[in-house]
């Protein structure tokens, strides 16, 4: 299971790049930034589940959060989209609360949430003070990959006001975010604490640290203790097996 892990792992979020050489000082901000998202979406019932979270870099990122959703979903509702925002701005605010300053680490964050902003206000009519409009007509070309176009079909001022309400959400979200982080500063710095040193938690490591339970010691690579039982006694049994190939 751990190999269908990592390879998982690998396809979803990119190669694990444990040669990177990454400050101290950037590596806290990391962990703090990541368990921003982590614990904020921890305390959304909308929310997805945490599955991992991760400070080895990996393709472009220098740590990763990934989520599991409980089951397929077709629709999305307006509270969790705005959860959805809400958890991917947790790294920034916990940034802001930490260390007072920001990072780029919290670009690509930004980038998703107000895109699903802008959705949320231009296609699914989810703005209570533009109503249920569609803003912005699609035209896609029959050819050079059919790249599509987005021709505006509004004036000025229904702009303007487009421009407002997804600032409003996104202002709303991020309020939200520093507010749970701000009621669980506790956890946030113990979570924090416990991925600076393992690097990386599951889902069932961060309901342990949430219980307030202990974490197993880390185990020492290439160690005995490292092999399952079931693993074990496989070997012995190989051992004791004669060999029956015919020999010429």
Not at 162 to 179: L, S, T
Not at 222 to 243: A, F, Q, T
Request: with cysteine; proline share 4%.
């Amino acid at each position: 299971m751990n190999d269908f892990e990592e390879a998982k792992d690998k396809v979803m979020m990119g190669m694990e790049r444990k040669s990177m050489i990454i400050s101290d000082a950037e590596k806290k901000t990391t962990s703090y930034h990541e368990i921003g998202h982590v614990l904020v979406a921890r305390m959304l019932p909308e929310a997805d589940p945490v599955h991992k979270v991760t400070i080895i870099p990996r393709g472009r990122a220098l740590g990763v959060t990934s989520y599991l959703p409980v089951d397929e979903k077709h629709t999305y509702s307006k509270s969790y989209l705005e959860a959805v925002i809400t958890y991917a701005l947790g790294g920034r605010a916990a940034e802001k609360l930490i260390f007072n300053h920001y990072t780029t680490g919290a670009g690509n964050d930004i980038e998703r949430a107000t895109n699903l902003a802008r959705k949320m206000v231009c296609e699914w009519g989810m703005s209570e003070k533009l109503g249920p409009l569609n803003y912005g007509t699609k035209h896609e070309e029959i050819f050079l990959g059919k790249e599509i176009q987005q021709h505006r079909d509004y004036s000025e001022k229904t702009a303007i006001e487009i421009d407002e309400e997804v600032k409003f959400i996104m202002n709303a979200c991020m309020v939200r975010a520093i507010k749970i982080l701000e009621d669980n500063m506790e956890m946030l710095h113990k979570l924090s604490a416990e991925l600076l040193e393992r690097e990386i938690l599951d889902s069932e490591e961060i309901n342990k640290i949430m219980r307030g339970e202990e974490l197993p010691p880390i185990p020492k690579n290439g160690s005995k203790d490292d092999v399952p039982e079931h693993v074990k006694e496989l070997l012995k049994n190989r051992d004791s097996v004669p060999n029956s190939s015919n020999e010429q």
